[in-house]
Structure formats: structure tokens, C-alpha cells
């Protein structure tokens, strides 16, 4: 199986299991579950990293990321030969359907987000422009770092083949470290339940490795 079916295939297959998951959060499911994990880390994590937690969230806020992906699709398309540069459109395509998605979720899925009492840092969570909506499934946040998270690991991969396997596994491990970082921070500061970052993970995946597939 070449690479552009294995990965056509498991982006297919994550977004099918996101819809069957969306399905399922808008009857009630893990709601017992979400409500523990949110409890669970705000008393094992210390009040002292809220700011920290807030703001370094800042690569993924929707005008940066959109931001790193015109670089993304910037980058490929200049090293990207002949009618192979049409590949770079993938990405920023991909990326406005997620979008659409995530908002489509956040206007009809009934899944409010956590009450204000678990909200941490409750005077930054809405920004200047920040566009309130009806409820909080999938998260944005964990959408678009996973699909950074997949496109970013491909390029790298790609732009990093004379360095040292030791190497490349320690970019990865940053790119993931800090995609995981997106997802605790988000249950912590009570801006997501946990079903929220599991369908944003699930939605940003599903549509990164489309793109990657072309790369």
C-alpha cells in the first residue's frame, strides 16, 4: 500500500470515527467522565501555572495558526516542482474545512461547554474579538494544534533527512509535547471537557494527513 492510500485511508477512517463520536457526545456520552477529568486536574495542577497555561496556548490562537499555515503552504509550494506545487492548496483547503466543521459543532452539537466556576483565568478566555458560541464541541484549540502538529511533523521529516535519527525523534517529541500541552491546558483552564479535545484531535488529524499524503 503507498503512502497516499495508507494516509487517505486513516484520515477517512479518523474523520468517520469523529462523526460517530460527535454523535454519540450529543447524547450525553463521557459527560460523567468529563466533568472528573476537568476535577482531577485542576487539583493536581498548581494555580501558579494559570498564566502559563493561557498564554501558551498563543501558536494555536485561530490568526496565528492561520498565520503558520499560509507558511506551511508558502514552504511547500516553493519546493514543490511543477504541477506538484498545485500540492501546496491542499493544506489552507483542508485547514478552512476544519474550520467549518468546528464551527458547524459549535452552533449544533447541544454540548455546553464547563460551567464559569471552572473556568480559570476568566478574563482572558474572551479576547477582543473573540466570537462567542453556543457550545464548546470539538475544541478549535486541539483541532488546529493536531493538524499542525501532522503537518508540521511531515515537513520536518522532509526538510531533516541528513540529520541524525536521535535528532529528528526530539523535534518530534517537541511538536508532540507541545500538542499534548494544548490538550491539558485546555481541560485545566476549563475552556474544554475532555469529549471536546478527543473530537478536536480526531477533526484535526483526520483532515492533517490528507495533505500529508501529497507531500
Not at 501555572?49 to 493561557?54: E, I, P
Not at 493544506?91 to 460551567?115: D, M, Q, R, S
Not at 500538542?179 to 478536536?200: E, P, Q, T
Request: aromatic letters at 14%; a positive charge; charged letters at 15%.
Amino acid at each position: 500500500m503507498n503512502k497516499f492510500i495508507k494516509y487517505c485511508s486513516i484520515g477517512f477512517g479518523l474523520l468517520l470515527l469523529f462523526t460517530v463520536f460527535s454523535r454519540e457526545v450529543k447524547r450525553g456520552f463521557l459527560k460523567s467522565t468529563d466533568f472528573d477529568a476537568t476535577v482531577k486536574l485542576q487539583n493536581k495542577i498548581s494555580a501558579r501555572y494559570d498564566q502559563v497555561m493561557d498564554d501558551g496556548a498563543i501558536l494555536i490562537d485561530p490568526i496565528v495558526s492561520s498565520i503558520i499555515v499560509l507558511g506551511l503552504t508558502g514552504w511547500t509550494f516553493l519546493n514543490s516542482k511543477g504541477k506538484r506545487k498545485i500540492i501546496a492548496v491542499s493544506i489552507p483547503l483542508a485547514f478552512i474545512l476544519l474550520t467549518l466543521i468546528e464551527v458547524y459543532g459549535k452552533n449544533f452539537v447541544p454540548h455546553p461547554g464547563p460551567p464559569f466556576f471552572m473556568i480559570k483565568q476568566p478574563t482572558t478566555i474572551f479576547p477582543q474579538f473573540h466570537v462567542v458560541q453556543p457550545y464548546s464541541y470539538p475544541s478549535g484549540h486541539a483541532a488546529r494544534a493536531t493538524f499542525l502538529g501532522v503537518i508540521g511533523s511531515g515537513i520536518m521529516y522532509q526538510v531533516t533527512k541528513k540529520v541524525s535519527d536521535r535528532k529528528r525523534f526530539w523535534m518530534l517529541g517537541a511538536i508532540t509535547g507541545y500538542v499534548i500541552f494544548i490538550y491539558v491546558s485546555r481541560i485545566y483552564l476549563g475552556h474544554h471537557w475532555l469529549s471536546d479535545i478527543i473530537g478536536g484531535a480526531l477533526l484535526g488529524a483526520g483532515f492533517g494527513l490528507f495533505p500529508l499524503a501529497l507531500l
